[in-house]
């Protein structure tokens, strides 16, 4: 089996209800950290990891996501004539040449499991990468690149994972470990969403995975389980009941969830805080919000 990964599917289907009203017209994924919706740092990650192809499995009104990735030539001329070099450098990165990326449409949301099954045609016979935009990882190394080194030596299936404290498993899928090897630990099984007293260990899987295209074949038969949905996670618990390898990879980084209120917030002050053009202003707007809520104590 081929052990380099070029092929990312990106399931963005979800109805985003955390974030009602505003995702009403606006995708999830299209919302900002600072001045970069959070797309723009998934595309930048697979791309880090040798991506070629990102495969977007999509919804109705997902619309402004695939703009994103168009060109825009009265913006681009305009900018040119005003010698705007680095904005015309910054659109740049927004553009997908053409035929490196594809879009399916998943027309029921019916799960995480289900929509990357949407996209098994374009996948084919190869293993491929799942990145779910709403985790967004801030690391010296993308943590995508991190798992496709690790994956290039494993090879099986591989899923990003994090130590979570007890009363938080509830909220993923959490891995049974049989091995643990530092960095890598080789998976016995895996819950999704456990009860606390049943969670199996305290590594939750988040939004990277690596997959073998037997993934897709277990999910054609998969059932609906936890909340009702086609889940990923049980795709990938049939691999090991198969006795083929997965294991958990736990990255160098901090993950947000910005699929949370809460995640999206955090993220924004620490995205923005690591700007060095905002820093200053920033951190002293910050300080000084401290320092009122202090004083009213
Ligand atoms: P979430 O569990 O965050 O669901 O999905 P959601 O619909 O995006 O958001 P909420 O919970 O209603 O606020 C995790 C990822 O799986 C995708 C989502 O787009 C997101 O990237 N997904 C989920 C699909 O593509 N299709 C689905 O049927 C479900």
Redesign the pocket.
Same mark, same amino acid.
């Given at each position: 089996m081929k052990r380099k990964v070029t092929k990312a599917i990106f399931?963005? +289907?979800? @109805?985003?209800?955390?974030?009602l009203p505003a995702t009403k017209s606006i995708p #999830? *994924?299209i919302m900002t950290l600072v001045d970069r919706p959070l797309i723009q740092y998934a595309i930048d990650e697979a791309r880090a990891a040798g991506i070629k192809e990102f495969i977007f499995?999509t919804?109705r009104g997902k619309g402004a996501l695939e703009d994103y990735f168009d060109h825009a030539p009265e913006l681009e001329s305009s900018l040119r004539k005003k010698g705007k070099k680095e904005l015309l450098k910054t659109l740049k990165n927004t553009n997908m040449d053409s035929g490196a990326i594809a879009y399916i449409r998943?027309h #029921? +949301?019916?799960?995480?499991g289900? +929509?990357v099954w949407c996209a098994r045609r374009l996948i084919a016979n190869e293993p491929f990468a799942v990145i @779910?935009?709403?985790d967004v990882i801030a690391a010296e190394k993308p943590c995508l690149q991190q798992m496709t080194e690790a994956y290039a030596e494993t090879g099986g299936c591989m899923v990003a994972a994090m130590e979570v404290p007890p009363e938080k498993a509830p909220s993923y899928g959490v891995l049974d470990v049989k091995e643990d090897m530092g960095s890598m630990v080789s998976v016995r099984g895996m819950v999704e969403k456990p009860a606390q007293d049943e969670a199996p260990s305290n590594l939750a899987v988040i939004?990277r995975y690596i997959l073998t295209p037997q993934i897709l074949q277990n999910l054609q038969k998969i059932k609906q389980g936890a909340g009702g *949905?086609i889940q990923l996670t049980d795709a990938i618990a049939q691999e090991i009941e198969a006795d083929r390898d997965v294991y958990g990879y736990r990255f160098r980084g901090q993950r947000f969830d910005c699929?949370s209120k809460a995640g999206y917030l955090q993220a924004t002050v620490s995205f923005g805080l690591s700007r060095p053009e905002l820093r200053g202003e920033f951190q002293g707007y910050l300080d000084e919000m401290a320092a009122l809520r202090n004083a009213a104590e």
């Open positions: 399931p963005v +289907a979800g @109805l985003g209800t955390r974030f #999830k *994924e499995v919804s998943q #029921k +949301a019916l799960g995480l289900h +929509a @779910l935009p709403d939004g *949905e699929g």
